[in-house]
């Protein structure tokens, strides 16, 4: 049967989860690109400006873990209207943080309690609020890809959906320091935040799940259900039972995901967050000089996560399953970080040298993150998915804290004594080689693909 007769619906719903991922992105990059204007404003020391990165990524954590149940409870359709609403509200949060600082000030000092500065304890709340929302975005995508994808398009269709992150990421250094060079700082994450609420107009209109969408055909739901044994159970009108977290953390396929994401999603973080301030910091770049370099290095990863998605079927072809020519694919795909480990010794060629080898690094890790979210729906059922992804992402996220911290502090040490190129040297280094250890560490785990059919 041809793709036409088959019908073609499920990439609307793709483009949906593209665009509210492109939007995630937004609001996320809005801060980082502000750091360095932000850090002169107030103060901060890099250990200030990994205070508050940590906060978005410790509450993001946790609310990972509890996101994925929500979801899995109540739907996808209505989780990620919730999810979207909460966080685009967080992000105009941040235009008030001075505000909510000094709530939390007097707070404390009404009750006898140390406090840190004004500045940070308000832009610690907003990322709070921006992450708790946040945490819906992944899981909610990735069971809706499950729902509406058959398992040979997964890890396409999630390449093209976690493709948005990149859009995101490119489209923030171009409107970002314009709009805060035209209206000032609190624009930027007003405007930016707004943009949210646009995106839940159309997901409320055109979302469904698959056996109730009216703009789905026969043909297309039948071939979104080809191959799927859990199709029959998860379509019953029998109430769905509850899966405890034990139950799921009894699988090495869970810890296979949860090592994956809590060795690699860091090393994603810490590049987000602290490029704008290795560039000031090691090339004394300003305000919109990097808004061209970030845009480049950017548009780099929309190759790594689209053909990153696409490069498993190359060995599903040749007779592999699913699962094994996801790790196949993986492998090669760890191998290209270590680009990285040349950033900052031919970095006195110039600025373009790093850039364009973490350029490398970045697409790589896009490439990695859209197999490594398949490898779930992989191996467990439908209905678990969120759940599982809400595990690793909770992993992730806590791996994102620690290099933060640890990036903070070295930046900050290395800084006094005027050597900070340094610091950069040793977390290059690790976001260089953290892929072939999480590989590594997942083929021991999961040595041969074992689909789980008990749940």
């Excluded at 410790?58 to 609403?85: E, H």
């Excluded at 007097?106 to 140390?114: E, K, V």
């Excluded at 110039?350 to 790589?364: C, N, Q, R, Y």
Aim: hydrophobic share 50%; with cysteine; proline share 4%.
């Amino acid at each position: 049967m041809s793709q036409q007769s088959i019908g073609k619906y499920r990439w609307t719903i793709c483009a949906l989860l593209f665009f509210a991922t492109t939007v995630n992105y937004l609001d996320r990059q809005v801060l980082s690109l502000l750091a360095p204007d932000l850090s002169k404003e107030f103060g901060w020391t890099n250990t200030d400006y990994a205070n508050i990165t940590a906060a978005f990524q410790f509450v993001y954590a946790i609310s990972m873990l509890f996101a994925g149940r929500l979801i899995d409870k109540i739907g996808t359709k209505q989780a990620y209207l919730l999810a979207i609403a909460v966080w685009s509200f967080g992000a105009i949060m941040h235009a008030y943080s001075i505000l909510w600082g000094e709530g939390l000030a007097s707070l404390f000092t009404a009750l006898g309690l140390a406090v840190i500065p004004v500045s940070v304890a308000g832009f610690m709340i907003s990322r709070a609020v921006l992450a708790f929302g946040e945490a819906g975005n992944f899981p909610a995508a990735i069971k809706a890809t499950a729902e509406y994808f058959p398992k040979h398009e997964r890890s396409l269709a999630t390449g093209i959906f976690n493709s948005g992150a990149n859009i995101g990421a490119i489209l923030a250094p171009l409107t970002v320091p314009l709009i805060a060079e035209l209206w000032g700082w609190q624009a930027a994450f007003i405007i930016i935040g707004a943009i949210g609420f646009l995106w839940m107009i159309f997901w409320q209109l055109f979302y469904e799940k698959p056996e109730k969408q009216k703009y789905l055909s026969a043909a297309e739901l039948a071939y979104i259900n080809s191959g799927d044994t859990q199709v029959i159970e998860e379509n019953s009108t029998q109430p769905a039972q509850k899966i405890s977290w034990f139950k799921l953390l009894s699988y090495k396929q869970t810890w296979a995901f949860v090592v994956g994401k809590f060795m690699t999603d860091g090393v994603w973080w810490f590049f987000l967050f602290w490029l704008p301030k290795y560039l000031e910091a090691q090339y004394k770049m300003q305000k919109t000089d990097i808004v061209l370099p970030l845009a480049i290095l950017y548009s780099m990863t929309m190759i790594g996560s689209i053909g990153g998605g696409w490069f498993p079927s190359y060995f599903m072809r040749k007779g592999d399953s699913a699962y094994n020519g996801r790790m196949k694919a993986m492998l090669v795909i760890a191998l290209f970080p270590l680009v990285v480990l040349l950033a900052q010794p031919f970095g006195y060629l110039g600025f373009w040298v790093p850039v364009l080898l973490i350029g490398v690094g970045t697409s790589a890790h896009q490439a990695w993150s859209a197999n490594l979210f398949t490898t779930v729906s992989d191996m467990f059922p439908k209905k678990s998915v969120a759940s599982i992804v809400g595990i690793g992402g909770m992993a992730g996220g806590l791996g994102g804290v620690l290099v933060s911290k640890v990036g903070g502090w070295l930046f900050d040490y290395y800084g006094q004594l005027g050597q900070i190129q340094t610091g950069y040297t040793i977390m290059f280094t690790f976001c260089a080689v953290a892929y072939l250890l999480a590989w590594g560490m997942m083929k021991t785990l999961v040595p041969i693909h074992k689909e789980i059919t008990d749940l």
